[in-house]
């Protein structure tokens, strides 16, 4: 079964700077997908950007970009030039590419805490 | 405006007594999904559907039954809630394909007594 990890429960970054959050999965799958999403305090999901594993590239969507390590199963999520509106609950999300199979494995969460 | 809508949006209920949350959407998403989000344990996929009358289990299944009779539409039920089963729920849809982004509902604050 796949399972997915976020070993830091709580992060804070100053406004402006950098952070980066790790995310590390288990699968013995070659194809699938990898999701970052936010929760703001609103409890609102947002996606933040997708990962699909076949490609080598990592994935940017203008202030986040990802770290794919595909050999070592990590995901992890930067987030540059950070604002005080990037506060909330990251999500790492897993979903097999497999035909019929759209369980979905979402790791426990990291609070971004964004200090001004 | 596309989007997924959940009722209720907070729901406090005694123990052993039925209830339903619904989930809409009105994007013609195939797949559908309810989770539960627990302080610690991240969001959990309870039960998903890839289509009207195609229903699966997710990893926390036990207590809940789900329906897909429309495509929009994919009530969560709970026959005989329990304190266990507080906790805030999701339900989300999605295109199948590659893509597949999921459009999440507001959430239900969910209490049993």
């Known amino acids: 079964a796949q399972t997915v990890t976020q070993s830091q429960p709580e992060m804070s970054v100053q406004e402006a700077e950098t952070v980066t959050l790790s995310c590390t999965y288990d699968?013995?799958?070659?194809?699938?997908?990898l999701f970052w999403y936010k929760q703001p305090p609103s409890r609102q999901m947002i996606l933040v950007i997708r990962q699909e594993a076949y490609k080598q590239q990592n994935a940017t969507e203008n202030r986040f970009s990802v770290n794919f390590q595909k050999a070592a199963k990590s995901f992890s999520l930067k987030i540059s030039d950070s604002q005080l509106g990037d506060a909330a609950m990251y999500f790492c999300?897993?979903?097999?590419?497999?035909?019929?199979?759209?369980?979905?494995?979402f790791g426990t969460g990291t609070r971004l805490k964004v200090l001004a | 405006e596309a989007q997924v809508t959940q009722n209720p949006r907070y729901l406090i209920t005694v123990t052993g007594k039925k209830l339903t949350v619904t989930c809409s959407q009105n994007?013609?998403?195939?797949?559908m999904s309810w989770y539960r989000q627990d302080p610690g344990l991240g969001l959990r996929q309870i039960y998903y559907s890839m289509n009207v009358e195609v229903t699966d289990k997710g990893d926390v299944p036990e207590g809940y039954k789900v329906s897909r009779k429309e495509k929009r539409n994919f009530p969560l039920i709970l026959e005989s809630p329990s304190p266990n089963q507080t906790s805030l729920y999701f339900c989300?849809?999605?295109?199948?394909?590659?893509?597949?982004?999921?459009?999440f509902g507001p959430g239900t604050r969910l209490t049993v007594t």
């Open positions: 994007m013609n998403h195939e797949y």
């Open positions: 999300a897993y979903r097999s590419w497999a035909s019929g199979t759209y369980k979905y494995i």
């Open positions: 699968t013995s799958e070659s194809d699938y997908y």
């Open positions: 989300a849809s999605s295109l199948l394909g590659d893509q597949g982004e999921q459009y």
